[in-house]
């Protein structure tokens, strides 16, 4: 039997409860105290029956009309919250202002150590003396050889002597480490270097110590009186053999080879107040000013593999992660490590890692690697502050390659 048509009056009811509720079905059931699917049912049949019983066009409007009320009502609704919320916000702002703010007088505190003098760090790596990069094969982006390496070498120097004294603020440097981080010659560990490079080894040995020379002569003459301390770690490329050996890596290296050499000369010509040391351990832990600031190269670290999208970052991480853990076991602590290997400037949580005087060449190219222009770190450590400054300086030209063509050369 089909269910008993609703008079007119129950319908308006039960549209009468549903503008009460707001447009709510279910607490528009509740008010009719009876269950939420008997009211839908019972509001799709009253909607029905009253748009019978008047005009349809006059239905529809009503409808619309009524929607549009409600969402209006709703609207208006929630102004009034965030009004009230607003309000309440500069209540207690207002509050707050009520006293005029007393902001306490600070003035600067000439303390020592806003007087005290810094240490300059200038760490070279990766020079790779003797490497060859064709321009043409890196499709005009950069060039290397011994020429440009000299030239690049210079231009290094020359700015550390801006930078440490025309554009150096406060006291004087106290003293300079001038450290040679590894990878200074190309070296013939590989066969395609021995087939392309324009110097040997041990030729390499000689113009690369020649270049060094002269920029510790004018770093000697540009800074009369502080000292400076020469230091040298090896690299890989240095050895004199095809796989890396763990037994006299250091003392059996080119890049030793190269220090000793600097030495003899700093020696023979008089140079004053200028030391050199040369780790067997293949790293150089120096106290400066109280920080704990170790120098190795970064292929002996302890982390090597791929590292993905974000380059050697990783790798390199993890690697000073695990000098840290080392030499705690030996209750030394290091605060900063400075290294180069991964031809990457990079400042990290325990330490920085260098570029390379060489730029890109065909091997980081084939390996799609990112291209990084040629440059080395300067550094200062302050006795409050430790790193203090750091400056990535810029070695290359825009006539050694596209790379640099945004360097006045």
């Known amino acids: 039997m089909p269910a ?21 079905k279910a607490k528009a059931a509740k008010i009719l105290g009876i ?20 005009d349809p066009k006059d239905g529809i409007e009503a409808h619309r009309n009524k929607t549009r009320e409600m969402l209006q009502r709703k609207r208006i609704e929630e102004l009034e919250r965030q009004a009230a919320a607003d309000r309440t916000i500069r209540e207690a702002v207002f509050k707050l202002s ?6 306490p007088s600070w003035t600067p505190r000439r303390s020592k150590g806003s007087h005290a003098r810094e240490s300059i760090v200038l760490f070279l790596s990766d020079i790779h003396m003797g490497e060859v990069v064709s321009i043409s094969a890196m499709g005009g982006r950069n060039s290397y050889n011994m020429r440009i390496a000299a030239a690049r ?33 190309s070296g013939e560990i590989h066969e395609e270097l021995a087939k392309t490079n324009d110097l040997q080894a041990i030729p390499a ?27 040298s770690v090896p690299g890989n490329h240095g050895r004199n053999t095809k796989k890396p050996e763990a037994k006299g890596f250091a003392i059996n290296s ?5 220090g000793l050499l600097l030495e003899w000369w700093a020696a023979t010509t008089g140079i004053k107040n200028v030391t050199f040391s040369a780790p067997h351990t293949g790293d150089a832990l120096v106290s400066i000013h109280g920080w ?35 030499y705690l076991a030996e209750k030394q602590v290091v605060d900063v490590i400075v290294m180069g290997h ?18 890109p060449s065909e091997y980081s190219r084939s390996g799609r690697m990112r291209s990084h222009p040629a440059s080395q770190w300067m550094l200062s450590i302050h006795p409050q502050y430790g790193v203090a400054r750091r400056w990535k300086i810029a070695c290359g030209d825009k006539s050694e390659g596209s790379i640099y063509a945004g360097r006045a050369g």
């Open 4 to 24: 008993p048509r609703r008079s007119l009056e129950d319908c308006k009811r039960i549209m009468a409860a549903f503008e009460k509720a707001g447009g709510n």
């Open 35 to 54: 269950a939420e699917n008997t009211f839908r049912s019972a509001f799709d049949d009253a909607a029905i029956r009253l748009g019978q019983a008047q």
């Open 98 to 103: 009520s006293r005029p703010l007393e902001p």
């Open 153 to 185: 070498l210079e231009r290094y120097f020359q700015s550390v002597v801006k930078l440490g004294t025309e554009h150096w603020t406060g006291p004087p440097p106290d003293s300079i480490y001038f450290v040679l981080g590894g990878d200074l010659v």
């Open 205 to 231: 040995v000689r113009v690369l110590a020649e270049a060094l020379a002269a920029g510790l002569r004018l770093l000697r003459e540009s800074f009369p009186g502080i000292p400076i301390n020469v230091i």
């Open 254 to 258: 080119y890049d030793t080879l190269v």
């Open 292 to 326: 704990n600031v170790l120098f190795t190269h970064g292929d002996r670290i302890g982390s090597r593999g791929g590292s993905g999208f974000v380059g050697p970052a990783a790798t390199a991480a993890r690697g000073m992660q695990k000098i840290v853990q080392d």
């Open 342 to 359: 991964f031809h990457t400037p990079l400042e990290l949580e325990y330490g920085f890692v260098g570029s390379s005087l060489v730029g």
